[in-house]
């Protein structure tokens, strides 16, 4: 009887173990019963769990603009009716400058090309004026007569921009390319600057 009773209860003692055992597996064989188990490294995406990485610094258009100047056209200075002046915002276009003075026979017949062609080529191939070796007055007289108001002329009576381009007479045109290379320097007539001219808006 004491024999039969020791044989139930070790029955029980094993089946209780069984059943608590079966309770503390989950469907994964370790997690708790309804517990979700964790996703494996493996299946984890990375661009989820790792922080994405910052994008470059793209250079803003200013700062990018400012990087392409060329060196011929890092200047500044002031127009005869005292408006700032920045040549660096012709950069990336062919440009002409044009060195006068307001006494000079040769500079007034060119006048009348400039005066003509300037207004056509304004946004391709800027013509910028730059008046030196004479008075403000004369100059702004010469800009009236010649009808040449609606293009740029630099008023540089000190001669800093004469000096800088190495002009040693009027009239001379220093002709850029889009890059800022000179491509010529000196006389142009009226028939020879308008060809110039032409071809650097085709190009």
């Known amino acids: 009887m004491r024999t039969a009773a020791r044989v139930t209860a070790a029955a029980v003692l094993a089946a209780t173990l069984a059943a608590a055992t079966a309770c503390a597996a989950g469907p994964e064989g370790g997690a708790p019963a309804g517990a979700v188990a964790p996703a494996s490294p493996a299946l984890t995406s990375p661009a989820l769990t790792s922080p994405t990485p910052a994008s470059p610094a793209v250079a803003s258009p200013a700062s990018a603009s400012l990087a392409?100047?060329?060196a011929a056209l890092s200047f500044t200075g002031?127009?005869?009716?005292?408006?700032?002046?920045?040549?660096a915002a012709l950069a990336g276009r062919p440009v002409v400058l044009w060195f006068w003075a307001p006494w000079c026979a040769t500079c007034a017949s060119?006048?009348?090309?400039?005066?003509?062609?300037?207004?056509?080529?304004?946004?391709?191939?800027?013509?910028?004026?730059?008046?030196?070796?004479?008075?403000?007055?004369?100059?702004k007289s010469f800009v009236a007569e010649f009808d040449l108001g609606g293009t740029?002329?630099?008023?540089?009576?000190?001669?800093?921009?004469?000096?800088?381009?190495?002009?040693a007479e009027q009239s001379t045109f220093v002709v850029l390319d889009r890059t800022g290379r000179v491509v010529h320097q000196g006389f142009l007539d009226g028939e020879a600057l308008t060809r110039q001219v032409e071809t650097l808006a085709r190009g």
Request: glycine residues 8%; hydrophobic residues 45%.
């Open 78 to 87: 002031k127009t005869l009716d005292g408006t700032a002046f920045d040549a």
């Open 110 to 139: 060119q006048a009348w090309t400039v005066a003509e062609i300037a207004p056509i080529y304004r946004d391709t191939v800027p013509i910028v004026g730059v008046a030196g070796l004479g008075e403000q007055k004369a100059m």
């Open 152 to 167: 740029t002329q630099i008023d540089d009576r000190a001669g800093a921009l004469w000096r800088r381009f190495k002009v």
């Open 68 to 70: 392409s100047v060329p």
